[in-house]
């Protein structure tokens, strides 16, 4: 069945250093990724999406690409903030009609000033 | 514009009671899904509603059930609590099928 791995946390950064988040997946057919961030205390915000393979999807600084042919979508930015402090988690929606979401176990990163 | 609102916000209860969360989902959308979040975990799909059916559901007992109104609101209902339900409870609306997801900031259950 389908799946997402994302890499443990915690992910811990001082300000202005370069984030990378990895998350592979498993799926049949051409799944739509996602990143969703959730701050503490909330529930989750959709970062940015993909919807085919090589497509980025980018959002407030963050950036992802689409790897079919590595099944990944890993997060990127390149000077994080203490505000980027937060929970990450990717997802995949499979084909079809309905937009079940699949999510990974997700990933903690905490940014130092 | 009010996103997706949840109710209540926290709630305890006891093993063997019933809860029944509420959810209402974005202005524009018609369909809402809910999602069981353990400390420390990513959210697990329950169920999707969509035209007041259950559309897809994922792998959670009969003891969770659903129901969605007219106006597109739902409802997640669990009978028979067990110490393992705790969990936050996310309800998420979207435009049909196809569309991103958008979800409230969810209902913190704790069973005793």
């Known amino acids: 069945g389908n799946s997402v791995t994302q890499m443990e946390g915690p992910v811990t950064l001082s300000e202005e250093a370069f984030l990378t988040i990895n998350c592979t997946y498993t799926?049949?057919?051409?799944?739509?990724l996602f990143w969703y961030v959730q701050y503490p205390g909330e529930g989750l915000q959709l970062l940015l999406k993909?919807?085919?393979?090589?497509d980025k999807g980018s959002n407030k600084g963050f950036e992802a690409t689409y790897r079919k042919e590595t099944t990944s979508f890993h997060l990127e930015k390149g000077s994080v903030q203490v505000s980027d402090s937060a929970v990450y988690f990717c997802?995949?929606?499979?084909?079809?009609?309905?937009?079940?979401?699949?999510f990974g176990t997700g990933t903690l990163l905490a940014v130092q000033p | 514009d009010a996103g997706v609102t949840q109710s209540p916000t926290h709630l305890i209860k006891t093993r063997g009671q019933q809860v029944t969360l509420r959810c209402s989902p974005k202005?524009?959308?018609?369909?809402v899904s809910w999602y069981q979040q353990a400390l420390g975990q990513g959210p697990q799909f329950i169920f999707q509603?969509?035209?007041?059916?259950?559309?897809q559901r994922g792998n959670f007992p009969d003891r969770f059930s659903g129901h969605q109104f007219p106006n597109y609101s739902s409802e997640l209902n669990v009978n028979a609590l067990l110490l393992g339900d705790s969990a936050l409870y996310l309800c998420?609306?979207?435009?049909?099928?196809?569309?991103?997801?958008?979800f409230g900031d969810g209902t913190r259950l704790s069973i005793l």
């Open positions: 998420a609306s979207s435009f049909s099928g196809n569309q991103p997801q958008h």
């Open positions: 993909a919807t085919k393979a090589d």
């Open positions: 509603y969509y035209e007041e059916e259950e559309r």
């Open positions: 997802a995949l929606k499979g084909g079809g009609a309905t937009n079940k979401l699949i």
């Open positions: 202005s524009g959308h018609d369909t």
């Open positions: 799926a049949t057919g051409y799944p739509s």
